[in-house]
């Protein structure tokens, strides 16, 4: 037998797993998984790097820690870069190729707008890593709270000549975010909601937050995301990302991402009509609210006859379609019934359950 070996944070442990389908309760007994360690504070991605043999983590905070292991004894980990090598301290993408590290993240400081940052990191023979910048976007308008997506999951292309970037929204579901006053009116901005493409040869790169600008660029894959946090290749070289759907229950996504589409953020989402753009939205009759969120406790589902109107002709590439059996408990706009897909025929569900808040994926 081939041993698989996958590793997964289940924070704020390092677990390891012999599981192409890595679970936390083992239910096939020819699965087996241990605790390989605890991790730092804040971690959130891990990768390994076949150049040295490592596996590689990374924190929310900008630190990169190894992780060193000698037979027999226990598993440890090693801090290799911080925020000030690489000028990310919002760090939430990793991807590892041969003997090169690429990290993904922003710039945040309060007060002023914020940026996003793709940075590249080389192991040298000395075994140190030597750290140099691919992307830096323009200033653009941070919104300052926890549906302030930033830019995210990335991986590399099956050529390995190109890194895919996500790039999330600045909103929940489209609403106005001043933050504190600092950019009235801002909703999206060209920089948000998207994915790019970029060559991993690329050093400086700038970004311009200016929609015109990015169109005749060629760095943008695709559009309409809210939080496409993990992106991966299939074996056939196709393109999926996990999506998180806002504090509504409408379902999270799982997309195939084909270039230059649009996946239907701010004015669909998991399959379902934002509620805020039509004129005559009550959002004490939504019953997809629950009035317990985060939205809705700092009143950001409102009546919002400024909402953007879908562009007309815009065509939307939905989420894939999930018959069950699992991840699938819909609730109906209309009635705000709970549905349990599998056990209802003609029903569907793009994609999971909502709120389940996918976060990784990975095809082996």
């Not at 991993?200 to 695709?222: E, H």
């Not at 939504?286 to 562009?311: E, R, S, T, V």
């Amino acid at each position: 037998m081939i041993r698989k070996e996958l590793y997964f944070l289940i924070l704020p442990f390092l677990v390891h797993s012999f599981s192409i389908d890595a679970q936390s309760i083992i239910m096939n007994p020819d699965i087996q998984h241990e605790q390989l360690m605890e991790v730092q504070p804040m971690a959130v991605r891990i990768a390994k790097c076949d150049g040295d043999g490592h596996l590689y983590y990374i924190s929310f905070n900008g630190d990169v820690y190894r992780i060193d292991q000698e037979p027999g004894l226990p598993a440890t980990d090693a801090l290799i870069a911080t925020e000030a090598d690489h000028g990310i301290n919002y760090l939430q993408g990793l991807a590892i190729s041969d003997s090169t590290i690429y990290l993904s993240g922003n710039y945040k400081e309060a007060g002023v707008p914020g940026y996003g940052i793709v940075a590249r990191g080389q192991l040298q023979v000395n075994g140190t890593w030597a750290w140099s910048n691919l992307m830096t976007t323009q200033p653009y308008a941070s919104s300052a709270h926890l549906f302030d997506h930033a830019f995210s999951g990335l991986c590399l292309n099956p050529a390995k000549d190109s890194l895919i970037v996500c790039s999330g929204s600045r909103t929940d579901h489209g609403e106005v975010q001043v933050s504190g006053g600092m950019f009235p009116g801002y909703r999206e901005v060209p920089l948000t909601s998207a994915i790019f493409q970029l060559p991993v040869t690329a050093t400086n790169l700038i970004l311009q937050n200016d929609s015109a600008w990015l169109s005749a660029s060629g760095y943008v894959f695709a559009r309409g995301f809210r939080n496409a946090f993990d992106v991966s290749y299939d074996k056939n070289g196709n393109l999926f990302a996990v999506e998180n759907s806002g504090d509504r229950d409408d379902p999270d996504e799982l997309n195939w991402i084909q270039h230059g589409h649009h996946y239907g953020f701010p004015w669909v989402m998991g399959g379902n009509f934002t509620g805020q753009q039509s004129l005559s939205y009550d959002p004490t009759t939504d019953l997809l609210i629950n009035h317990g969120c985060l939205a809705w406790q700092n009143n950001f589902f409102y009546n919002d006859p400024g909402y953007p109107q879908m562009p007309p002709g815009l065509v939307i590439t939905q989420g894939l379609r999930n018959s069950g059996p699992d991840v699938d408990i819909w609730r109906s706009p209309a009635t705000g019934n709970v549905i349990d897909v599998s056990n209802s025929p003609g029903y569907q569900i793009r994609t999971f359950t909502s709120h389940k808040s996918p976060l990784g994926f990975s095809f082996r």
